[in-house]
């Protein structure tokens, strides 16, 4: 396994950048931003957005010379890391040679990238449309179900998160579709499994899956199958807690679909590119979607792509109709310049491999450790390095830290933890009532061992939020 990062970082928390500090440009780039940046998901006048000077590897640093091992991979796609240099290098390369074209034209990066992406998706998902980022790769999934089909309805997962755009925001579950959720966008939702916190009263996983899909089945049944074009779910959750589907719910929803007329979309834009230790999260399971997502990992984000992995029959429909739908930057030479490197870089460096080995030796392990050790942490749940840790008030009643959806002082748990851990110099990635370890496909294994070792005392600090800390029920 190859790495790459800078000598002068060494460990998380350890000794400041050379050539920084430099504060005053720190405040100028912070003051700037405040003046002119409008920031995602956000109430703008309660950010305090850090200034970030620079990044490499698997770290990143302010103005003030304080370094971070990221645990998040920037919104999770880093997944080589940053600054990777033969990548850097090919977008360097691509821009000179051809930095952008109009995408009805034939391309050299574009169709390689096309070919590289279809040499790795299952099945026969062999035709690729490219956008330019998630959720509007869901936007054309979604569209392509609906005109394939000629019905209007799709069924996603309450527990899901698909995108930020009109149609992608709908099919999301999470509270960030309440703003936006006009009640006519032909969207149902459902309960995906989700053992831990059940909503079938299993007591199995067998259970779960079983009473999962009878759910699923009901729905349809009660909604008219005729008039569902698809069902699309993320294949193991991102955002939403990480949830791995228990076996054989994947492949008895393809059988749904199937029965039904329906387009399986499997949603693979954050576990998507070596982030479960496999090409694809759905690699790990039996059913191959007919449409597939993806963005993020395909060139660890260093330059916007996303885009549908297409199958023969949903291809069939457009052979002689048009497709309705199309990006001015569909397939821009630049981004797929970026992926063609990325990919390879991938399977030279056998960073695929190296994900499935840091999930099943070192983070795995440490996480179920910690488990047991700290009364914060009531699930551990993951693959490759895509983890998640459901912290909870009280390991016997599974009450969450902080009530869904918490802010303000409601949230000073999860607010308390972060902050504990960005002072040991590791940035987590936290949602809700959960921390997600997610730091690149290439970390290795000294500098995940690091952070897993600030992860392990950011836990007292949610420790202290437990019934156990207090002596209640639980303890």
């Known amino acids: 396994m190859t790495t790459h990062h800078s000598s002068s970082q060494a460990t998380a928390g350890g000794t400041a950048v050379p050539g920084l500090p430099d504060p005053a440009a720190g405040r100028a780039v912070h003051a700037t931003d405040r003046a002119h940046v409008f920031h995602s998901w956000s109430a703008q006048g309660q950010i305090d957005p850090l200034a970030v000077a620079g990044a490499e590897g698997s770290f990143f640093w302010d103005y003030e010379g304080n370094r971070y091992l990221d645990f998040t991979s920037g919104l999770v796609f880093t997944n080589i890391g940053y600054a990777h240099p033969k990548v850097v290098a090919a977008i360097q390369e691509q821009a000179a040679q051809m930095c952008t074209f109009a995408p009805a034209f034939a391309i050299e990066a574009r169709s390689e990238a096309a070919r590289l992406i279809a040499e790795r998706t299952p099945g026969d998902l062999d035709k690729i449309f490219f956008t330019n980022g998630g959720a509007d790769a869901v936007e054309h999934a979604i569209r392509m179900a609906r005109v394939h089909t000629g019905r209007p309805k799709v069924l996603s997962a309450y527990r899901s998160y698909h ?3 009109e149609q992608a925001i709908n099919i999301t579950g999470d509270p960030r579709r309440w ?8 969207v149902v939702h459902f309960h995906a499994p989700h053992l831990y916190r059940t909503q ?10 079983e009473r999962a899909l009878a759910h699923l089945e009901q729905t349809l049944v009660y909604e008219g199958p005729h008039t569902v074009a698809a069902v699309i779910l993320e294949t193991i959750p991102g955002t939403a807690g990480i949830m791995m589907p228990p076996p054989g719910y994947l492949a008895g929803v ?5 029965k039904y007329g329906l387009v399986f979309v499997l949603d693979e834009v954050m576990a998507g590119f070596g982030r479960t230790g496999t090409w694809f999260a759905a690699d790990l399971y039996d059913a191959v979607p007919d449409l597939m997502t993806f963005a993020k990992g395909v060139n660890s984000g260093y330059v916007p792509l996303g885009g549908v992995a297409i199958s023969e029959k949903i291809a069939e429909t457009f052979e002689s109709r048009p497709y309705p739908g199309g990006l001015t930057y569909s397939g821009h030479p630049l981004a797929c310049g970026a992926a063609v490197a990325t990919l390879k870089v991938m399977a030279e460096e056998g960073i695929v491999e190296h994900a499935a080995h840091l999930g099943e030796n070192v983070i795995g392990p440490a996480l179920r450790d910690m488990a047991e050790r700290h009364p914060s942490v009531g699930e551990v749940r993951g693959t490759g390095v895509f983890w998640a840790l459901d912290l909870v008030r009280d390991k016997e009643t599974r009450e969450p830290l902080v009530p869904y959806n918490a802010t303000g002082a409601d949230n000073a748990p999860m607010a308390d933890f972060a902050a504990t851990a960005k002072r040991g ?10 921390t997600h370890v997610v730091p690149p496909c290439t970390i290795t294994e000294a500098e995940l061992k690091d952070g897993l070792g600030v992860l392990d005392e950011a836990l007292t600090a ?10 209640g029920a639980g303890a």
């Not at 393809?254 to 199937?258: K, N, Q």
């Open 179 to 186: 703003a936006s959720d006009t009640g006519t966008a032909g």
């Open 462 to 471: 949610a420790d202290a939020h437990t019934t156990a800390a207090s002596g």
């Open 200 to 209: 079938f009263y299993a007591q199995t996983e067998e259970q779960e899956c």
């Open 163 to 165: 995108g930020g755009t």
């Open 254 to 258: 393809r059988a749904l679909c199937d």
């Open 425 to 434: 110099g590791l940035w987590p990635f936290v949602n809700m009532n959960r």
